[in-house]
Every structure is written in structure tokens, then in C-alpha cells.
């Protein structure tokens, strides 16, 4: 009896350069909709195969304490139904937010995101996070690229104009498949190659799951656990 194929590993050298455009420093609770992107860059010499988009929002770095969406509502633009779709796994501001079956070297895919911190949010840090997962052109292993950003919550009336996130913190991942539902994008050429030169990508260590089909968002469910 032979032995089962063993799992796909995770790739030594990440291909892609996730990076967040247009996320402010400061948000104020109470505010409404801010809208910013999730972009993935191609950095390879080659194409890379069945790629998943994952975004979340969570109050501390490491992605653990994942925002509930009662308090930070994070959507995501379906370019389909050109409608805003909640990402909101198990209540928490976290999910798949697009997929695609390649994307060609020097090809971005830009997803439109949008955060709403509501009035009832907790007054402090908070950070955004993106990852991507793919798979090598010969399924040997499966990749990992993340990017996070930290931003600040802050009372309502604060001016936040001109406000700069700050890079840090690490992307959680997941172990749900994306839904039917989830939109897909299509990648276009990049105009000046990397997408932002402030990420360092690297592998998510400790926290990334490979589990047949990729990785996936650990996410805390606490009160269900209590």
C-alpha cells in the first residue's frame, strides 16, 4: 500500500507583496465608512495559481483579538454585483474577501475594502490586516504573503485628517474554505512594479496553517468558548 502524498508545504520564499493603500492613522468612532485597498503584487518570475484574499481588523497585533462586527464593520467591494459585502466570519470583523485563479508576474490585484468604526468601539489601537495564500505552478507548496497596519481609534470629533497608519503586527490566518460567495478579481498590470515599498513580507511562523486546501484565519470565538 503506498503512502498518501503529503501535504503541501509552505513556500521558503513568499512570490507576492501584500500592502494596504489609503488606510488613515486615526479613525474616530462614530464616523461612517473609510475606504481603503488590499493590494497584492506578483514579485515572481512566474505565474502563481488559485489565490484567496483575506482581510480582517483586530485590536492587537498579533491578530488575535479580532474586532466584533458590532463594533468595527469591515466590507468588501463585490465587483459582480458592484455592491459592498460584510466580511464577518462567526461576528467578527474577519473573512475571505476575493480569489483568483492566477495571477500573472508584475500583475496587482486591488481589492476595495471599507471599515466602519462604530460609536460603541473601544477607544484605542486597533490594526488592519491582509494576507493572500497561493500555490506554486507544481502544487509543491503553498504560499503565504501578509501585510498589517495600526491605526487608532479615537473619540468621536477628533480630527484625524493627514493621519498615517503605521506598519507592524502579523496577519492571523484561517482554516474555513472561501464561500460561493466570495467575489473574483482579476489581476492587472502593475504600473510601477512593487506595490508599496513599506511592507516587509514574511511568513506568518507559529500561526500559519497549511491544511490541504491553504491556510486559514484563526479566529477567537471567546464568548463561545466561555
Not at 54 to 69: M, N, T
Not at 108 to 115: M, S, Y
Not at 156 to 169: F, I, L, S
Not at 212 to 218: L, P, R, S
Request: proline fraction near 6%; charge should be negative; include cysteine.
Amino acid at each position: 500500500m503506498s503512502e498518501p502524498d503529503p501535504e503541501p508545504s509552505i513556500c521558503e520564499d513568499t512570490k507576492v507583496d501584500v500592502s494596504i493603500t489609503g488606510l488613515p492613522g486615526k479613525i474616530a468612532a462614530g464616523s461612517g465608512w473609510h475606504k481603503f485597498s488590499l493590494d497584492v503584487y506578483n514579485d515572481s518570475d512566474s505565474a502563481l495559481q488559485d489565490l484567496s484574499f483575506l482581510a480582517g481588523a483586530s485590536s492587537d497585533e498579533l491578530g488575535e483579538d479580532l474586532f466584533e462586527s458590532e463594533q468595527v464593520q469591515l466590507q468588501a467591494w463585490n465587483p459582480d454585483d458592484k455592491v459592498w459585502e460584510n466580511v464577518d466570519e462567526f461576528g467578527y470583523a474577519v473573512g475571505f474577501v476575493g480569489y483568483t485563479d492566477e495571477l500573472k508576474p508584475e500583475y496587482e490585484v486591488n481589492i476595495p475594502l471599507r471599515v466602519n468604526v462604530k460609536a460603541s468601539a473601544p477607544v484605542g489601537s486597533g490594526f488592519s490586516l491582509g494576507a493572500t495564500i497561493y500555490g506554486d505552478g507544481d502544487a509543491n507548496c503553498t504560499g503565504f504573503g501578509e501585510v498589517s497596519y495600526k491605526f487608532k481609534i479615537v473619540a468621536a470629533g477628533t480630527d484625524t485628517d493627514g493621519t498615517k497608519p503605521q506598519e507592524g503586527g502579523k496577519a492571523p490566518v484561517t482554516d474555513t474554505k472561501p464561500s460561493s460567495t466570495t467575489p473574483q478579481v482579476t489581476g492587472s498590470l502593475a504600473e510601477t512594479g512593487s506595490s508599496s515599498a513599506l511592507p516587509m513580507i514574511g511568513l506568518v511562523g507559529g500561526v500559519a496553517v497549511v491544511a490541504g486546501a491553504g491556510a486559514v484565519f484563526a479566529v477567537r470565538r471567546r464568548k463561545a468558548e466561555a
